[in-house]
């Protein structure tokens, strides 16, 4: 199976300033400490990369999760005022309550179609 060939061509002067910056950061790497060099530094600050990433995925997890709990709350008892409003004997009086509860949601981040769904349910 013959593949075909790509060369990979730098123009005029990268290619010496690549090799310069190849050399740079070996000596960098070179001039640490014998200790440091070691492969075991290096799976230490990676595994401690990792754990810090790991930690701050669970904590946005866990807060998208608790504010989801904090909106079904607010929801299932928008739904359930709704409802005692709706079972109120007088027809002025369920109007009356069911105006209150929308005007004090609107304040509290439901929306007016949400509002209007929940009273209509």
Avoid at 4 to 17: C, E, I, Q
């Amino acid at each position: 199976m013959n593949l075909p060939r790509t060369n990979f061509v730098l123009p005029h002067g990268w290619a010496d300033d690549f090799a310069a910056h190849q050399r740079s950061l070996r000596q960098w790497w070179y001039r640490l400490p014998a200790g440091l060099r070691s492969p075991v530094w290096s799976t230490i600050l990676g595994s401690l990369t990792i754990l810090g990433l790991l930690l701050a995925f669970h904590q946005v997890v866990y807060e998208a999760v608790q504010q989801g709990e904090l909106r079904h709350k607010a929801y299932a008892l928008q739904a359930e005022a709704t409802w005692r409003c709706k079972a109120l004997p007088a027809r002025g009086a369920s109007d009356s309550c069911l105006l209150q509860l929308s005007a004090s949601a609107n304040g509290s981040g439901l929306s007016s179609a949400e509002n209007a769904q929940l009273a209509s349910q």
